[in-house]
C-alpha cells in the first residue's frame, strides 16, 4: 500500500524540516545544558545568589526571598535536565518562558536606574545580574535573553520533539 492509499500515513518531512527539526533539537540540548550549569552554580553559592537576588527589591518577605533563592536555582537545573533528556519539553519550556520574562524585565530595570543614575550608555552598564554568569555587558545579557525566549517559545510550538523520551515511552513516531 503506498502513500496515497493509507489514509493515516503521514508524508515524509521534507529536507528542511528535517535540518529545522535537527536545530531545534541541538538548541534543545544547548539550552537544557545551560540551565543545568546556570542552576547548580547558583545552588552551589546560596548566599552570593541571595545578595544579587535582593538587589533588585522585587520580594520583602524574607521568608519568601529564602524559599526563592533555594527553589529557583534547583528548578532551573531540573528544567535543563527534562530538556536535555527530552521529558516534558512544551512544559519545561513554558516555565521557562515563565521565568525568563519577569527576570529580563528586571534586568532591563535594574540596567535603566543604573544607566540613568550613572549617565553612562545604556550598552556600557555592566552588572552582575545574578544570572550565574558574573558581570555581564546590558546589552549582550538582554540579546541572549531573547534568544532564549525564542528558542524556548519554538519549543513550546513543538519543535525539537526528535529524540523525546516521551514519543519512545507511548510508541509514537518522534515526527508526531
Given at each position: 500500500m503506498n502513500a496515497t492509499q493509507d489514509p493515516g500515513h503521514c508524508p515524509r518531512p521534507s529536507q528542511g524540516a528535517r535540518l529545522r527539526e535537527g536545530?531545534?533539537?541541538?538548541?534543545?540540548?544547548?539550552?537544557?545544558?545551560?540551565?543545568?550549569?546556570?542552576?547548580?552554580?547558583?545552588?552551589?553559592?546560596?548566599?552570593?545568589?541571595?545578595?544579587?537576588?535582593?538587589?533588585?527589591?522585587?520580594?520583602?518577605?524574607?521568608?519568601?526571598?529564602?524559599?526563592?533563592?533555594?527553589?529557583?536555582?534547583?528548578?532551573?537545573?531540573?528544567?535543563?535536565?527534562?530538556?536535555?533528556?527530552?521529558?516534558?519539553?512544551?512544559?519545561?519550556?513554558?516555565v521557562l518562558v515563565l521565568m525568563l520574562v519577569p527576570f529580563t524585565v528586571a534586568v532591563l530595570r535594574r540596567a535603566l536606574a543604573i544607566h540613568v543614575s550613572t549617565g553612562i550608555p545604556f550598552c556600557a552598564v555592566r552588572f552582575d545580574c545574578g544570572c550565574g554568569l558574573g558581570e555581564v555587558w546590558i546589552c549582550s545579557k538582554l540579546a541572549e535573553n531573547t534568544l532564549l525566549l525564542v528558542v524556548s517559545a519554538g519549543l513550546l510550538a513543538g519543535a525539537g520533539r526528535r529524540w523525546c523520551v516521551r514519543y519512545r515511552l507511548l510508541g509514537r513516531e518522534e515526527t508526531e
Open positions: 536545530a531545534f533539537v541541538l538548541l534543545r540540548w544547548v539550552v537544557g545544558a545551560l540551565f543545568v550549569y546556570l542552576g547548580l552554580s547558583k545552588a552551589l553559592d546560596p548566599v552570593q545568589f541571595l545578595k544579587l537576588v535582593r538587589e533588585y527589591e522585587l520580594v520583602a518577605n524574607p521568608v519568601l526571598l529564602n524559599a526563592l533563592v533555594v527553589v529557583l536555582p534547583w528548578l532551573e537545573a531540573f528544567l535543563g535536565l527534562l530538556l536535555i533528556s527530552g521529558v516534558a519539553v512544551r512544559g519545561s519550556a513554558l
